[in-house]
């Protein structure tokens, strides 16, 4: 997608603290961080949300979510971390490209939702 935020920032077109980057996924530090560790994780194919991911788009998917452990660990969420994906106006997306937010440090996170 060419006005796409994200695409860009896998292209190389907008600068980012990349942390990782292979064929079909690309890694980077969040802007606006919330912990001390927060980056996120992006398929290079452009998907706008979880509510458009097509089948094709399974293997890159998957390597996103297979990454988040060995990523959150270099960046020195060593003794756990929580990984988010906002999906939609009732999940707050912002970024309509799909993300994983891996945020950790050092006993920085509430529990879940409030019940
Ligand atoms: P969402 O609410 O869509 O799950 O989260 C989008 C995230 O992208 C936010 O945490 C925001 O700080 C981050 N973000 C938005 N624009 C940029 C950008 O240009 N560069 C980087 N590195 N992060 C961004
Ligand atoms: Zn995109």
């Known amino acids: 997608m060419d006005d796409c935020i994200f695409c860009k920032i896998a292209r190389g077109e907008i600068p980012s603290k990349k942390i990782y980057e292979d064929e079909h996924v690309f890694a980077f530090h969040d802007i606006n961080p919330i912990a001390p560790v927060h980056f ?16 094709e788009n399974e293997a890159a998917l998957g390597r996103v979510l297979a990454l988040t452990g060995r990523l959150a660990r270099e960046q020195g969420a060593t003794d756990g971390f929580r990984s988010i994906i906002n999906t939609g106006r009732v999940g707050r ?22 019940r």
């Not at 997306?93 to 409030?114: A, N, R, S």
């Open 40 to 55: 996120l994780i992006i398929p290079k194919a452009h998907v706008p949300s979880l509510y458009e991911c097509e089948p």
């Open 93 to 114: 997306q912002e970024v309509y490209h799909v993300h994983v937010h891996v945020i950790g440090g050092p006993d920085v996170l509430p529990g879940m939702l409030k």
